[in-house]
């Protein structure tokens, strides 16, 4: 096992695979390298000379400059450098597509199609409340319903998806709520939705039954709790019905190309974007290739690293689009008085990500080498297919739970910290080191860390590829095991 690497021939940074200590004598392209002071596993060190001022090189691009001199086999960390990002930029259009051509291989899962012609992975059952206040009676409902199936449950799961939104909200927050319920209401995974407002709201539960558009009324009820005496017992023979709908829905061999899958990344240290990262977007590239769609979104993780997806936008007009996801996310800083670049956390610092841009050139590794066909704004479903752009914060919860409103049946996330939550959607958890599989293996799901042992990404790739096709044949992942599902909806503004 190699102990470093020099992930870009242009980089004037090395990567440490495991705890080096000082002293220790890395070679790098043939080159002797002594550390000079103990170096943490997925951190950096200077393999070259590094003036103040003078760009701080990996994965072939800068994540930032020097702020004092780094001598040869110093560590480079947030003590000595500093990002070079600053307020929003004018872009130019200069296509350059590196997609990959892969022969058709007609693989298929096993989903269950709806009415409409969509596809799920999961026949669950659902309640989905209008207003945070019904949250309690919808519990109270959920817990019966359980309770009344016991060993016997012909559907996936039953399930509410709590929120603390609906009402006192103006303007973008308002309409982001009703967008997310609405897509929540509408997905595939779904087999049966009871919509549980109170009467009151502002998110009135007419008003949203029209905002819906065309959907199966026997598969999706409403009740309005104020307008009826014993809300529990209408609620539970909505709940009955179409539970007995979803019970007995088939699953049926469907084509890959009608699989969609959220790409996110969080916890993330200095191995994501060398294992678990690029691991994702050799998958990214084998799903587009078969007709399939990927979803990258977390819009302020791009900052540094935007050029290169604008350009493999396939047209001026997605280019264009694309400058607006990156720029309107830039100027909500702006206007709210915070800095672009205050992205990495805590524990991504720890994780020996220094910078954003360090961040941002491993987090874009997951959409792999795919041309983007379209971007997509906060709430928006999918219309096309291959790789999208969704604009979301890089929250975990937010940022999940608008991947699987957009419309994806499972989302695909790297970490290199661990976190256990999960969306209403599976929600696989990918390590990029091996100890973090090995001691959370009740979070992980799958393991990215042989990658750094030498095992090859191809080899990889194709059993992850697997491992989701067994997931949207119906494997639970670890969240569904523990049932961590919940979602986040985006606030901006005030609060009535």
Partial sequence: MSKIILIDNNDNVAVALTDLPAGFQADVNGSIVTLKTDIKRAHKFAIKPIAVGEDVMKYGYAIG????????????HAHNVKTNLSGTLEYRYDPNFEEVSMPQRNLTFKGY?????????????????TVGCVNGIGERMLAQLRSEMGGDM????IEIFKHNYG????????ENTRKILRDIVL????GGVLVLGLGCENNQPTAFKEFLGDYDASRIKFLETQRVKDEHEEGMALLREVYAIAAADKREDVSISELRIGLKCGGSDGMSGITANPLLGKV??????????????????????ETILMNRACDSNVFDKTVHLINDFK??????????????????????????????????????????????????????????????????????????????????????????FGSFVPTMKISSNTPLAEA??????????????????????????????????????????RNYREIAIFKSGVTL
């Fill in 284 to 305: 990214t590239d084998i799903l587009v290739s078969q007709g399939g769609t990927s979803v990258l979104t977390e819009v302020p993780e791009m900052f540094g690293a």
């Fill in 113 to 129: 199609r709806r009415k409409n012609g969509d596809v799920g992975i999961r026949n669950e059952v659902w309640i989905v409340p």
């Fill in 167 to 174: 009402c006192s909200q103006l303007g973008d927050d308002h």
């Fill in 154 to 157: 012909k559907v996936d799961a």
């Fill in 331 to 420: 100027n909500f800083f702006i206007e709210n008085k915070q800095p672009i670049y205050e992205n990495p956390s805590p524990g991504n610092k720890d994780g020996g990500i220094t910078t954003l841009e360090d961040k941002s050139l491993g987090c874009t590794q997951k959409c792999g080498k795919a041309t983007v066909k379209d971007v997509l704004m906060y709430g928006d479903r999918l219309s096309t297919k291959g790789l999208n752009l969704l604009s979301s914060p890089g929250n975990d919860l937010v940022a999940s739970t608008a991947l699987g409103a957009a419309g994806c049946h499972i989302v695909l996330f790297t970490t290199g910290r661990g976190t256990p």
């Fill in 187 to 190: 997905h595939p995974n779904a």
């Fill in 65 to 76: 400059h020097a702020i004092a001199p780094i001598a040869v086999g110093e560590h480079v």
């Fill in 440 to 481: 959370k293996p009740h979070w992980i799901d799958f393991d990215a860390g042989p990658i750094a042992d030498g095992k090859p990404m191809d080899e990889m790739a194709e059993e992850l590829l697997q491992y989701v096709i067994e997931v949207a044949n119906g494997k639970r992942v670890n969240n569904e095991i």
